[in-house]
C-alpha cells in the first residue's frame, strides 16, 4: 500500500525558534495534503489542507503566519511553525491523497511528529 | 506492524439494518479510542469516540463499544441509512501515540 513518511518524528527546541516538519508521499504523487495536530483525550483538530501548488487553506481559528504551510510538489509538504512556544508543544500528523492511481481518494496517514518546545 | 487493524475491508447493508463494523488493536498503552468516516477526496471527519475507562458510548444512532479485554472495538449504526455509506476509520491514541486503522467502506442499500 501507500507509504506516508514523516519526518522528524520527534523534535524538541527552544522557545522562538522555528520547526519545520516533512510529510512525503513515497510511492505515489499526493495532490491533496492535510495537517492535522492532536490534542490528548480528543480527536484530531485538521489545521490545513493543502493542493499541490496552491496556497493551503485553513481551518478557522489556525493561524496562517505561525503555522506555515508548503506543498510545492506533488510529494512533499512542509509544515514549519514558526516562533514556536511551549503551547505550541503537540502532536502533528499529516496525510496525504490523490485523485488517481494507487491511492485515489484514499487518505495516508504519516506517523506523525511529536513536537516539545522548551 | 499495524497496531489497529479493521479486517474488513467492505461490508454492504440493507437500509434499516443495523451496520456493525470491527477494529482490533495490539496496543494495551491506549487509552482513547475514535471513528471517523471519510467520504471520497475529503479528510476524514470525526464520529464518535469512547475513553478506555468506559465500555460503551451512544451519539444518536451511533454506538460504539469497547471490549479492552479482548483489545476490540466496535461501531453500530442503527438504522443504517443511504447517507451512512463511506469509508469508516477507527483509531486508537495514547500520549503521542495516533493510529489508523486501514478502514471499512460501507454501502448501505436503499
Known amino acids: 500500500g501507500a507509504v506516508v513518511s514523516q519526518h522528524p518524528s520527534w523534535v524538541i527546541c527552544k522557545s522562538g525558534t522555528s520547526v519545520k516538519i516533512e510529510c512525503r508521499s513515497l510511492d505515489f504523487q499526493a495532490t491533496t495534503m492535510f495537517w492535522y495536530r492532536q490534542f490528548p483525550k480528543q480527536s484530531l483538530m485538521l489545521m490545513a489542507t493543502?493542493?499541490?501548488?496552491?496556497?493551503?487553506?485553513?481551518e478557522q481559528g489556525v493561524e496562517k503566519d505561525k503555522f506555515l504551510i508548503n506543498h510545492a510538489s506533488l510529494t512533499l509538504s512542509t509544515l514549519t511553525v514558526t516562533s514556536a512556544h511551549p503551547e505550541d508543544s503537540s502532536f502533528y500528523i499529516c496525510s496525504a491523497s490523490a485523485s488517481g492511481g494507487l491511492a485515489k481518494n484514499i487518505q495516508y496517514f504519516g506517523a506523525g511528529t511529536r513536537l516539545s518546545v522548551l | 506492524d499495524q497496531q489497529v487493524k479493521q479486517n474488513s475491508p467492505s461490508l454492504s447493508v440493507q437500509e434499516g439494518r443495523i451496520s456493525i463494523l470491527n477494529c482490533d488493536y495490539t496496543?494495551?498503552?491506549?487509552?482513547?479510542f475514535l471513528w471517523y468516516k471519510k467520504y471520497p477526496a475529503e479528510g476524514p471527519t470525526f464520529l464518535i469516540s469512547i475513553s478506555s475507562i468506559k465500555d460503551k458510548n451512544e451519539d444518536g444512532r451511533f454506538t460504539v463499544f469497547l471490549n479492552k479485554s479482548a483489545k476490540h472495538l466496535s461501531l453500530h449504526i442503527v438504522p443504517s441509512q443511504p447517507g451512512d455509506s463511506a469509508v469508516y476509520f477507527c483509531a486508537a491514541s495514547a500520549p503521542y501515540q495516533f493510529y489508523f486503522g486501514t478502514g471499512t467502506s460501507l454501502t448501505v442499500i436503499p
Open positions: 493543502s493542493n499541490e501548488g496552491s496556497k493551503a487553506t485553513y
Open positions: 496496543n494495551s498503552m491506549f487509552d482513547y
